[in-house]
């Protein structure tokens, strides 16, 4: 079965490039658009789509606050969220992780990224490359909210040594194969630590279990380099 989007944006144009694109592909298809943020949440309810593309500034509800209301809905956990923005609101997209959308990809991205980076959110595999895991978690992500502290490590010792090691290389921004070379276990080994530490720490997904790994502390952001 084709993996159904949802488009949110206020531009109309972009929608229907976008519309195109997808549909265009045998294994996606655009099952809905929504202008602002109010009608992807009505949509995303309606249609459970598997992935809404979201932007983040809409008039009136915002992508941000749409964002927030589909992941914090139990019965919407099988919608994945994927940000567009541009470098001037990365502040926002840190929220809307924290949140629980799973990746953000500029409005510049190819067609072809574009399209990847759907099926990667939709699969749960990875929440960006490398180095922009690193980037936008080290910028904005990594400090604690206050509310929070005390809270996420306390959470972190259900998990086992490994499931912690296995963790840590990920918010570094490790795919599952570099772990794997580095820790000489399987790919399928480390993916199943990855998913036990996923259900044990309640994250959606692995873009939110990499937050939680900077937030509590497990990983510590790299210092600013000179110059």
Known sequence: MPLRVLLADDQALLRATFRMLIDSCDDMEVVG????????????RALRPDLVVMDIRMPGTDGLEATTVICGDPELS??????????????????????GASGFLGKDVSADALL???RTV???EALLSPAATRLL??????????ENSGVLPARLAALTPREREV??????????AEIADSLFLSPLTVRTHIQRAMNK?????????????YRSGLVRPDPPSAG
Do not use: C, M
Not at 141 to 146: G, I, K, N, R, Y
Not at 167 to 176: D, Q
């Open 116 to 118: 990847e980076g759907i």
């Open 201 to 213: 720490l309640d994250a959606r997904d692995r873009a939110q279990l990499v937050v939680i790994a």
């Open 122 to 124: 939709v699969s749960g």
């Open 33 to 44: 658009e929504a202008a602002d943020g109010g009608q992807a949440v009505e949509l995303t």
């Open 137 to 146: 978690v080290t910028r904005f992500v990594a400090t604690p909210e206050p």
């Open 78 to 99: 099988a919608t994945r969220i994927l940000i567009l923005t541009t470098f001037e609101t990365d502040e926002y997209v840190a929220r809307a992780l924290r949140a």
């Open 167 to 176: 963790t840590a290389l990920a918010a570094n921004g490790r795919s599952n």
